[in-house]
């Protein structure tokens, strides 16, 4: 492929890329290409143990073509960014050459997947399944210093007031419906019953890095207002194995803190890439915000109890927070809890927890084509 470029000009080289699905894969190299005029060029990337940028090379003989070759496992799934050097300037932008992009919070990055991965299918919305629905609802914490707390709440296909559900308590909810389509997830995957119908509340909290680091607050508003909120408000199971917490990053703190604070209340986890940071020896490496969360996940590797009945936890290989998880994993197979575990080779993002919602939602929340309910 270099030596094409090399050789091509004009009108010539703009339809090679442009008929080209970029980046390139070649085994286990993938090459990233930057069209432009530069002084510099680097790939910046999410993936934990390789340099946070890496230096393109311009391509010989000529003065507008930059690449990168990345060697990149298959299945791997990658966001990234350009930063372009011109002169005093830089821009982080989003590559040029490559029309698919992941959202999030912050914006959008650029993907790269190499050969193995593809995006599951049960995301998209499918005209045959039956739709759920969402709703407002909103209450005053007095937990929380008497804020109100604005939710929505999902009630699936063909809801039945005479008939009880299944609850799961979301974490960043409105990110998890934003970036992850979970409406549309659990329209699917109920449709094909691989979950059971079940009532979601999809919590958010405007200062997560408080409420979700292991607050005692926050498991209060949880347990002792939202909880009979919802029970009293909708027909939900009063049992514990029928009600979830969920939550990423730090909600998933936040979902296990919560069990953990209230023993034998919450009896389902679906964790993905949890900040469980903790300190064997020395000072907390992470800073400041995670100083509640050192503090928890400490004490409850120390006496962990047995928060819940089952639990699901995800993690991508390429995180910083691979190690923590995979400590926990032991810790919390050694309560008696049931747990799956899984990794992918993908980074600390939405997709990432978009891809294991299927597995880790089935896992919990079984329905009709595998109902094991203990």
Not at 317 to 337: F, K
Request: hydrophobic share 40%.
């Amino acid at each position: 492929m270099l030596e094409a470029l090399r050789s091509e000009g004009g009108e010539a080289l703009d339809r090679l890329l442009e008929e080209s699905e970029l980046p390139l894969h070649d085994g286990r190299r993938t090459l990233f290409l930057y069209r432009g005029e530069a002084d510099r060029v680097e790939l910046v990337h999410w993936i934990f143990g390789l340099e946070s940028s890496l230096p393109f090379q311009p391509v010989a003989g000529r003065d507008d073509l930059w690449h990168l070759a990345l060697e990149l496992p298959s299945a791997s799934r990658i966001e990234y960014k350009l930063l372009v050097t011109r002169g005093e300037r830089m821009e982080l932008l989003r590559d040029p050459l490559n029309h698919r992009l992941a959202h999030d919070p912050f914006g959008a990055n650029s993907v790269c997947a190499t050969p193995g991965y593809e995006t599951p299918d049960w995301i998209r919305e499918d005209p045959d399944a039956r739709p759920g629905s969402l709703h407002g609802m909103s209450l005053t914490s007095a937990a929380l210093g008497g804020e109100r707390q604005r939710l929505r709440i999902y009630l699936p296909p063909r809801f039945d007031t005479g008939r009880r559900y299944p609850l799961l308590v979301v974490h960043d909810g409105r990110d998890y419906l934003r970036f992850t389509a979970l409406k549309t997830v659990l329209d699917n995957l109920i449709d094909r019953l691989e979950i059971e119908p079940l009532i979601v509340a999809l919590t958010h909290s405007p200062d997560r890095l408080v409420e979700y680091g292991a607050d005692s607050r926050h498991a209060a508003f949880l347990a002792e207002e939202l909880l009979p909120r919802l029970e009293d408000r909708f027909p939900v199971h009063h049992e514990p194995r029928f009600r979830g917490l969920m939550g990423a990053s730090f909600g998933a703190v936040a979902s296990l803190h919560a069990a953990w604070a209230r023993p034998g209340l919450w009896g389902r986890l679906l964790l993905q890439s949890g900040s469980f940071a903790f300190t064997d020896i020395g000072p907390n490496p992470r800073g400041p915000a995670f100083e509640p969360v050192v503090r928890f996940v400490n004490a409850f590797r120390e006496a962990p109890g047995q928060p819940a009945r089952r639990a699901y936890i995800s993690c991508g290989q390429y995180e910083s927070l691979i190690y923590e998880n995979r400590s926990l994993i032991p810790v919390l197979q050694a309560t008696g809890m049931r747990i799956r575990y899984t990794e992918a080779r993908d980074g600390h993002n939405w997709e990432n927890w978009r891809d294991r919602l299927r597995e880790g939602l089935s896992f919990l929340f079984p329905g009709p084509l595998w109902y094991v309910y203990e």
